[in-house]
């Protein structure tokens, strides 16, 4: 802040990143300590599944799921991104009603954009052999597509909460099927419900449906319910002293940054979940379910990053919008550098023992995954030293790049993978899937730099500076 003799006072300058730096990664414990719980739940929950259901009944409920969180992005079509930026940008005492009336504007256009997405998923989910030839087919799609729109709904008020910085509750209202409270209450219905009679994938996804439903309830209730005061954990008003306590109109949701905003979203959820599609296309019934437990692996190791990610995402728009880009390469850095750091111990044992690894936790039956797991174990690794570099372009404005990037991975992949599918089964989709993610993300890390003025990769060297408060 600015001294009388007009020279910047550099220590309160410190002070407040000081003080931004504490309750930001105060902040990280709480999303670390909840997505662990949330993963393991969500594992206790695959374990039960894979006891109770076929390898093949498996691998159709893993296909319906990834297809909700794939369908879900074009449903949601950007807009809790434009919710979280949007409340992550406001400031001043009138936040909470801000934050209301902009749920309100965009559940005008969610309704839409859900029903479009409802339609696409009657569509295409039958088109799978998988689902086609299940007895219960019709069932399953109706089930797939309202847990879509119950988790769309859902996800709009967990990125509410991430707005407000308020990482506790969007951590345990989290929509996917590693949140704590949909992974918890998901188990427990498994456990009643197998207990009396025998469990069917039509079955699990009823239940998935009912425990996204009642957490959906909940988290409606306590957002709507709650003034929340500005900054529940991190705000720049309270680090920096300023204060703002005009009321400010809700922005228009203009489709040149929607439209941007929802198609880079969309496109990198059909290149991070789109090789569940091709498995489903190209290979039978119980290579599917071998690639869905690569899968799901390998979303367990990229787990750190997600993690990181979920901390700092609310502090990109908040920190560049009033140009502390260099607090904000710190921060971004540092994150990297822990997520990397995490991830070397599950990446080097998939690398080492994968088999011993798959037969440990899904059994012997699963073990042809082992070598699938070693290919894709290296883009992994690639993707979690980058950092938030994605988050970084989408949310400073640079969206139209991701946009780009994203377009030209899900092309190469649904091409190439279907190629590569057909020609070497799993092992050649997880070469392709290896080498998209590589290419994409070190794109997406130049661009960081180059356009939004800050790398995001994993450094000892920053990871060290930041922890002594010394500059980079």
Request: contains cysteine; glycine residues 8%; hydrophobic residues 50%.
């Amino acid at each position: 802040m600015p001294k009388p003799n007009g020279k910047l006072d550099h220590s309160t300058d410190n002070t407040d990143q000081s003080a931004l730096g504490k309750r930001l990664w105060k902040s990280g414990l709480i999303v670390v300590v909840g997505r662990a719980l949330g993963i393991a739940f969500s594992l206790g929950a695959t374990l039960l599944l894979v006891r109770y259901l076929t390898k093949e009944d498996y691998g159709r409920y893993n296909l319906l799921v990834t297809s909700i969180t794939i369908f879900s992005s074009f449903g949601r079509f950007g807009l809790d991104r434009i919710v979280l930026k949007a409340i992550s940008e406001q400031s001043g005492y009138q936040k909470h009603r801000f934050a209301k009336l902009l749920l309100i504007k965009v559940s005008r256009v969610l309704a839409v954009t859900v029903a479009l997405s409802s339609c696409l998923m009657v569509a295409i989910l039958p088109l799978f052999p998988a689902i086609r030839e299940c007895d219960d087919s019709m069932l399953l799609v109706i089930l797939a597509v309202t847990s879509m729109i119950v988790m769309s709904i859902l996800q709009m008020f967990v990125e509410g909460f991430r707005g407000f910085h308020d990482l506790l509750r969007a951590t345990i209202y989290d929509s996917q099927r590693a949140g704590v409270l949909v992974a918890t209450l998901f188990i427990f219905l498994i456990v009643v419900v197998a207990s009396g009679s025998a469990l069917t994938v039509l079955f699990a996804m009823l239940l998935f449906l009912l425990a996204q439903g009642a957490v959906t309830v909940i988290a409606a209730f306590d957002f709507w319910s709650g003034e929340r005061a500005s900054g529940s954990m991190v705000d720049i008003e309270e680090v920096s002293g300023e204060k703002n306590p005009q009321d400010v109109g809700v922005p228009d949701i203009r489709a040149g940054i929607l439209f941007p905003l929802a198609g880079a979203e969309i496109l990198a959820v059909l290149t991070g979940f789109g090789d569940i599609w091709l498995a489903a296309t190209f290979l039978n019934a119980e290579e599917l379910a071998t690639w869905g437990v690569t899968s799901q692996v390998m979303q367990m190791v990229g787990v750190p990053l997600t993690m990181i990610n979920m901390t700092v995402i609310s502090t990109i728009p908040m920190l560049y919008h009033h140009g502390r880009t260099e607090e904000l390469q710190r921060i971004l850095q540092k994150a990297a550098t822990v997520a990397t750091g995490v991830s070397l111990i599950p990446l080097g044992l998939l690398t080492l023992v994968p088999g011993v690894i798959v037969s440990l936790v899904y059994g012997a039956h699963f073990n042809d995954a082992a070598l699938p797991l070693m290919v894709v174990s290296v883009g992994k690794l690639i993707l979690v030293w980058t950092g938030s570099c994605a988050y970084t372009l989408m949310l400073t404005g640079h969206q139209r790049i991701v946009l780009v990037n994203n377009l030209i991975s899900f092309v190469t992949l649904f091409i190439m993978g279907a190629v590569a599918t057909l020609q070497f089964g799993l092992f050649g989709l997880a070469c392709v899937v290896t080498a998209v993610t590589i290419f994409s993300n070190l794109f997406n890390w130049i661009a960081a730099k180059s356009h939004a003025g800050v790398w995001t990769h994993a450094t000892f060297r920053s990871f060290k500076s930041t922890s002594t408060g010394k500059k980079v």
